[in-house]
Structure formats: C-alpha cells, structure tokens
Nanobody, 122 residues
Framework: QVQLVESGGGLVQPGGSLRLSCAAS????????MAWYRQAPGKQRELVAS???????AYADGVKGRFTISRDNAQNTVYLQMNSLKPEDTAVYYC????????????????WGQGTQVTVSS
C-alpha cells in the first residue's frame, strides 16, 4: 500500500503565493507520473499540473506562467509552487501518483492524497 500526504494549503490573499507538498510513503519501487488536481465546490475535479519521472512538466492553460510543479525522486515528493493566486484558484487540491510497488510488478497503480484546501480571498 501507498500513502500520499499533502501539506501547505491555507488562506491567502489574491496575488499571494503558496507551496503545496505531497510525500509518498509505503511500498514503492518507483513512481512514474505525479500530478496535482483540484476540485472547486460544485465542479468536477480537474488536472492542474503533471510531471514525468524525468521531471518534464505539463500545465493546464489557466495556471501556465503562475504555477510550477517539481519533484524530488529521492524523497518521493512532488511540489506545486503557486504564485499570483486568484480567487478562481480556490479549491481542494489533490496529489496523484502512479506507483509501481515492486520491481517484478508489470503494472502500476494510481494513488490519491486526502486533499488540502486552498482559499484565495481578501
């Protein structure tokens, strides 16, 4: 089993910054892609940013130039630096990791964190 624990959410004023962290622990041989999703009240969960095992990032159009995703493979951790935050960024942010648990496993599984609330408001 694998656990993902997010941290770093909170209340911030428009234009402010926050840094989210997500640490994976448990039975881990390797982690393929890692990603951040978010879900605002009354809306579907949406992909915010993703990063490959080789640290190639991809972003949703609405966060390009403001958010930066990064990862530390030695620590099994993914980060999301969020700058120039807007009220529409308010949501619960979820970490996702595609994990291969054993070297002899041919497939990997997706795991989710419990979510961390980000509120952008004056």
């Amino acid at each position: 089993q694998v656990q993902l624990v997010e941290s770093g959410g909170g209340l911030v004023q428009p234009g402010g910054s926050l840094r989210l962290s997500c640490a994976a622990s448990g039975t881990i041989f390797s982690i393929n892609a890692m990603a951040w999703y978010r879900q605002a009240p009354g809306k579907q969960r949406e992909l915010v940013a993703s990063i490959t095992i080789g640290s190639s990032p991809a972003y949703a159009d609405g966060v390009k130039g403001r958010f930066t995703i990064s990862r530390d493979n030695a620590q099994n951790t993914v980060y999301l630096q969020m700058n120039s935050l807007k009220p529409e960024d308010t949501a619960v942010y979820y970490c996702n990791a595609n994990v291969r648990e054993r070297s002899w496993y041919l497939t990997s599984q997706n795991y989710w964190g419990q979510g961390t609330q980000v509120t952008v408001s004056s």
